[in-house]
């Protein structure tokens, strides 16, 4: 018989618990369902309200793996949903949003190794609250050089007035990340952090670059602003990477970036972590920005 856990009130029904998820790292499901749960209480304010897709491995990350956007109806009646019409066609998706532990424990256990947000919440869909620049690094990029871009970035959010917070993203690279009032739309938000990223690139065009193209970008650092678009996604700080390793996508302080790798994370090191300091992002949205503002002290930059 499964083993079932109650959380939030509700019964979970817990399913192959000793399924290694990480064959490479001998994780299991289990590892995986004791790392949320422990990183619930940080987690789950970056989560609430958001459209969620997950990238789950029910075979574990040496198997078939597939992004799940629309929340499917075998979905218990407990989990919320909420509908976002389609932009270029009629009708709607149903996506799930992650509000509370018990929820984030129902998904993990479908093996949802990888929770990706929105850049807006349901509320309020198309006014994104949060601004994100993905430094994508190509393979040999030296550690010091990748710094050196997230605080180039850093530097130029703080100049137009955005308050910029870092994401090592358990991957190769870092997301620099601004809260929004959200006062403007995506069309806006895409725009200006494309912008952003453009600025950037153009005052090291050897280093950095905006093409969407790899084939375009040679051996520079992909400044990528796409994130930014209409349901698109970022990594979620907290999420398990679905890549050998299981690294965590960890929100850093600044003063952190100089000894940080972005995927030196393990889900060991951030409940230690957790343990002893407060979640970097947790105050966030106190430093939103008027997005119009800023965009008119870029154009002053430019």
Known sequence: MAPTIHVDGHDIALSKLDK????????????????????????????????LTLLRFPHGIGGEGFFQKEAPDHFPDWIRTVEVPHKHSPGSGRYAVCDDTATLLYLANLSAIEFHVWPARADRIDRPDRLVIDLDPPDGTPLPALRSVARRARDLYTEVGLTPYLQATGGRGYHVVAPLDRSRDFTFVRDLAGRLAAHLAADDPELLTTAFRKNKRGNRVFLDANRNGRAQTFIAPYSVRARPGAAVATPLDWNELGRSVPNGYTTAAIRRRLARKQDPWADMDREAADAGAVSDRLDALD
């Open 20 to 51: 290694e998820l990480f064959p490479e790292d001998h994780v299991s499901k289990d590892d995986l369902l004791v790392h949320y749960l422990a990183v619930s209480e940080a987690m789950l304010p970056h989560l609430a309200g958001r459209p």
